[in-house]
């Protein structure tokens, strides 16, 4: 069951366009996995729309000329037959198991690199998103577990698959987190299944707990 | 060519949300249908303005907008079988299509910032936390797994490794300590940073 969303404002945000690209990819995700957002963002995107269209703009003042060779190549395009560009791949695997991906992450599924193990019972493969952020899917097996860390930018998780908890709360597949400089925690899954997530960072994480310490100097090694 | 597509040169009759919705539905289906230029151009001249001023308000680039504008209203053309009026308005449609383009345009736009996976991550000002004591026996697992692999370390290179890494103590300091040149330490650090990659990062 889904209990963490993404709060009210990111919503509208990313409803009327405002998002980094990084949340708009993770709170898109979240959305093909949570109907009540997903409705919630329907009406937003109703709300932005009417707000931006149906405003009594002066047209005759405002029109740029170019608009009317802009008119004339589109109606020259052909039509696009395949509903959207479907990826042929849309599942994820590892050691023989395999993970759907919520639609939004789709696109990235043949941009995930080899699965690496660490330590800690800690599986990752990482995603080529360009400039964006560090993307990568992780897995963590039964007791597997991220030694405690702060955030020295913004880390994004959508839990895809299984459960895990940090000693902050308890989270469940389709949960939406986002934690920062204010926020030490350490993931960690008991579940049987073990617990699938993506995670974005925008800058490495910071290990704080005794000799943990000592893997900062590979930080970008965890995510 | 322009023939047979009027472009609205005057604002004279702008209409209402509503009755513009099933106007603009309608223009979409024969679009869909028939290709027609002329409903396109129809909703081309509603739409294309009010997304370029949409997309001037949130960029302030002109150029940025024009592409906006050419994008979305390039793929309502080619798309627009995929409109679904029972599942939202045009306006709502064409709108989603816009914001998804421009987090795309964002996406391509945003800078790479300064490289974070790189390899010369030096220690950050170690911050005092709640010490080990209280750890849970799964986390203990990793710290000792951790543990186990600086032990393994050759004792010349794990003195130097925790006064840096875990005293945070610079490497100035380290070779005055141990009356060693700099460049020992150096070395001595890069050795053993380069085993504990080694270890943490076990490919299987």
Redesign the interface.
């Given at each position: 069951m889904i209990n963490y969303h993404p709060t009210e404002e990111q919503l509208s945000e990313f409803a009327q366009g405002l998002s980094s690209p990084a949340l708009a990819l993770v709170i898109s995700a979240h959305i093909d996995m949570c109907g009540k957002c997903q409705k919630h963002v329907a009406r937003l995107e109703s709300d932005s729309a009417k707000a931006v269209f149906e405003d009594q703009i002066n047209i005759a003042a405002n029109q740029p000329k170019e608009f009317a060779s802009m008119l004339a190549d589109i109606t020259c395009l052909p039509v696009s037959e395949s509903p959207s560009a479907t990826p042929k791949e849309s599942m994820i695997e590892l050691d023989g198991r395999k993970f759907a991906v919520p639609r939004a992450l789709k696109r990235y599924v043949d941009k995930t690199g080899n699965w690496s193990h660490l330590l800690g019972n800690l599986w990752q493969a990482p995603v080529d998103l360009g400039p964006i952020g560090k993307a990568h899917f992780i897995f963590m097996q039964k007791n597997g577990r991220v030694p405690e860390h702060t955030h020295r930018g913004t880390e994004l998780t959508l839990v895809i698959d299984g459960e895990f908890s940090d000693g902050i709360s308890h989270y469940d597949t389709g949960d939406f987190i986002l934690m920062n400089s204010d926020n030490t925690h350490a993931p960690h899954s008991e579940a049987s299944e073990g617990c699938l997530v993506f995670s974005i960072v925008d800058a490495p994480l910071h290990f704080t707990s005794g000799i943990a310490r000592l893997l900062n100097p590979f930080s970008h090694l965890f995510f | 060519?322009?023939v047979g597509?009027p472009?609205?040169?005057?604002?004279a009759n702008?209409p209402k949300?509503k009755e513009c919705a099933q106007e603009m539905s309608q223009f979409l289906v024969t679009v869909a249908d028939k290709?027609c230029?002329r409903s396109?151009?129809e909703i081309?001249?509603?739409?294309?303005?009010?997304?370029?001023?949409?997309c001037l308000k949130?960029t302030g680039n002109e150029a940025l907008a024009?592409e906006l504008?050419?994008d979305t209203?390039?793929n309502v053309?080619?798309?627009a079988?995929?409109f679904n009026a029972d599942k939202?308005?045009p306006?709502?449609w064409?709108?989603?299509i816009?914001?998804n383009l421009?987090?795309d345009m964002?996406?391509?736009q945003?800078?790479?910032?300064e490289d974070?996976?790189?390899?010369d991550?030096?220690?950050?000002l170690?911050?005092h936390?709640a010490?080990?004591n209280e750890?849970t026996l799964?986390?203990q697992?990793?710290?000792q797994?951790?543990?186990t692999?600086?032990e393994s370390l050759p004792e010349k290179q794990k003195v130097v490794?925790e006064a840096i890494?875990?005293q945070g103590k610079s490497q100035q300091e380290v070779a005055l300590e141990l009356d060693i040149p700099l460049g020992t330490v150096k070395s001595r650090t890069r050795l053993a940073?380069q085993r504990?990659?080694e270890?943490?990062?076990?490919?299987?």
């Open positions: - | 060519m322009l597509i472009l609205q040169s005057n604002n702008i949300p290709r230029k396109f151009a081309f001249n509603y739409f294309a303005p009010r997304l370029r001023s949409y949130q024009m504008v050419q209203m390039s053309w080619q798309k079988h995929l939202g308005s306006s709502t064409i709108f989603t816009a914001r421009r987090f964002l996406r391509k945003q800078n790479r910032k974070i996976c790189s390899d991550l030096w220690p950050i170690c911050e936390t010490d080990a750890v799964e986390e697992m990793t710290l797994q951790i543990n692999m600086f490794i890494y875990i940073l504990l990659k270890l943490i990062k076990d490919d299987d």
